[in-house]
Nanobody, 119 residues
Framework: QVQLVESGGGLVQPGGSLRLSCAAS????????MGWYRQAPGKQRELVAA???????NYADSVKGRFTISRDNAKNTVYLQMNSLKPEDTAVYYC?????????????WGQGTQVTVSS
Protein backbone atom coordinates (compact mmCIF):
# COMPACT_ATOMS: atom_id res chain seq x y z
CA GLN A 1 0.00 0.00 0.00
CA VAL A 2 1.11 3.53 -0.82
CA GLN A 3 0.01 6.71 0.90
CA LEU A 4 0.53 10.37 0.08
CA VAL A 5 0.80 12.71 3.05
CA GLU A 6 0.51 16.45 2.50
CA SER A 7 1.55 19.36 4.69
CA GLY A 8 2.17 23.09 4.52
CA GLY A 9 -1.25 24.62 3.93
CA GLY A 10 -2.59 27.54 5.87
CA LEU A 11 -3.79 31.13 5.86
CA VAL A 12 -1.68 33.79 4.18
CA GLN A 13 -2.18 37.39 3.07
CA PRO A 14 -2.20 38.36 -0.60
CA GLY A 15 1.35 38.58 -1.88
CA GLY A 16 2.58 36.08 0.67
CA SER A 17 4.14 32.66 0.22
CA LEU A 18 3.58 29.06 1.26
CA ARG A 19 5.35 25.81 0.54
CA LEU A 20 3.44 22.56 0.28
CA SER A 21 5.02 19.15 0.71
CA CYS A 22 3.83 15.71 -0.32
CA ALA A 23 5.62 12.55 0.72
CA ALA A 24 4.88 9.12 -0.71
CA SER A 25 5.39 6.16 1.59
CA UNK A 26 5.08 2.42 1.16
CA UNK A 27 6.61 -0.21 -1.08
CA UNK A 28 7.28 1.76 -4.25
CA UNK A 29 8.85 0.42 -7.41
CA UNK A 30 8.86 3.77 -9.18
CA UNK A 31 6.99 7.05 -9.40
CA UNK A 32 5.85 7.78 -12.93
CA UNK A 33 4.31 11.21 -12.43
CA MET A 34 3.75 13.41 -9.40
CA GLY A 35 2.12 16.79 -8.99
CA TRP A 36 -0.51 19.07 -7.53
CA TYR A 37 -4.18 19.75 -8.22
CA ARG A 38 -6.52 22.20 -6.54
CA GLN A 39 -10.25 22.64 -6.15
CA ALA A 40 -12.00 25.82 -5.08
CA PRO A 41 -15.65 25.91 -3.93
CA GLY A 42 -17.97 25.74 -6.90
CA LYS A 43 -15.16 25.01 -9.35
CA GLN A 44 -13.74 21.93 -11.00
CA ARG A 45 -10.52 20.36 -9.84
CA GLU A 46 -7.63 21.62 -11.95
CA LEU A 47 -4.00 20.75 -12.51
CA VAL A 48 -1.66 23.25 -10.87
CA ALA A 49 1.79 21.80 -11.52
CA ALA A 50 3.27 18.38 -12.16
CA UNK A 51 6.31 16.38 -13.15
CA UNK A 52 5.84 14.17 -16.18
CA UNK A 53 7.37 10.72 -16.49
CA UNK A 54 10.26 12.31 -18.39
CA UNK A 55 11.04 14.79 -15.64
CA UNK A 56 9.52 17.80 -17.39
CA UNK A 57 7.32 20.25 -15.53
CA ASN A 58 3.84 21.37 -16.47
CA TYR A 59 2.11 24.44 -14.98
CA ALA A 60 -1.31 25.95 -15.22
CA ASP A 61 -1.20 29.31 -16.99
CA SER A 62 -2.64 31.01 -13.92
CA VAL A 63 0.36 30.09 -11.74
CA LYS A 64 3.27 30.37 -14.17
CA GLY A 65 5.97 32.63 -12.81
CA ARG A 66 4.58 32.42 -9.27
CA PHE A 67 4.61 28.72 -8.37
CA THR A 68 7.53 26.31 -8.59
CA ILE A 69 7.34 22.54 -8.33
CA SER A 70 10.39 20.60 -7.14
CA ARG A 71 11.18 17.13 -5.85
CA ASP A 72 13.52 15.08 -3.74
CA ASN A 73 13.71 11.66 -5.35
CA ALA A 74 15.53 10.07 -2.41
CA LYS A 75 12.63 11.01 -0.13
CA ASN A 76 9.84 10.38 -2.65
CA THR A 77 8.69 13.90 -1.93
CA VAL A 78 7.37 16.69 -4.12
CA TYR A 79 7.09 20.35 -3.13
CA LEU A 80 5.10 23.31 -4.36
CA GLN A 81 6.57 26.72 -3.62
CA MET A 82 3.81 29.30 -3.96
CA ASN A 83 4.80 32.96 -4.16
CA SER A 84 2.84 36.14 -4.83
CA LEU A 85 -0.32 34.42 -3.70
CA LYS A 86 -3.67 35.81 -4.78
CA PRO A 87 -7.16 35.34 -3.33
CA GLU A 88 -7.97 33.34 -6.47
CA ASP A 89 -5.43 30.74 -5.31
CA THR A 90 -7.67 29.84 -2.37
CA ALA A 91 -8.53 26.16 -2.68
CA VAL A 92 -7.94 22.71 -1.32
CA TYR A 93 -4.67 21.47 -2.81
CA TYR A 94 -4.29 17.77 -3.53
CA CYS A 95 -1.13 15.83 -4.21
CA UNK A 96 -1.42 13.24 -6.98
CA UNK A 97 0.97 10.54 -8.10
CA UNK A 98 1.04 7.71 -10.61
CA UNK A 99 3.01 5.03 -8.79
CA UNK A 100 4.16 1.56 -9.78
CA UNK A 101 4.01 -1.03 -7.02
CA UNK A 102 4.67 -4.74 -7.11
CA UNK A 103 0.96 -5.20 -7.84
CA UNK A 104 0.72 -2.74 -10.70
CA UNK A 105 0.36 0.91 -11.61
CA UNK A 106 -2.06 3.07 -9.63
CA UNK A 107 -3.12 6.67 -9.17
CA UNK A 108 -2.90 7.94 -5.60
CA TRP A 109 -4.28 11.09 -3.99
CA GLY A 110 -3.30 12.92 -0.85
CA GLN A 111 -5.82 13.96 1.77
CA GLY A 112 -5.86 17.59 0.65
CA THR A 113 -4.58 20.68 2.40
CA GLN A 114 -6.43 24.00 2.63
CA VAL A 115 -4.76 27.13 1.29
CA THR A 116 -6.56 30.38 2.06
CA VAL A 117 -5.33 33.72 0.72
CA SER A 118 -7.12 36.61 2.39
CA SER A 119 -6.44 39.97 3.99
Amino acid sequence: QVQLVESGGGLVQPGGSLRLSCAASGIIVSINTMGWYRQAPGKQRELVAAFTSGGRTNYADSVKGRFTISRDNAKNTVYLQMNSLKPEDTAVYYCNADIATMRGLYDYWGQGTQVTVSS
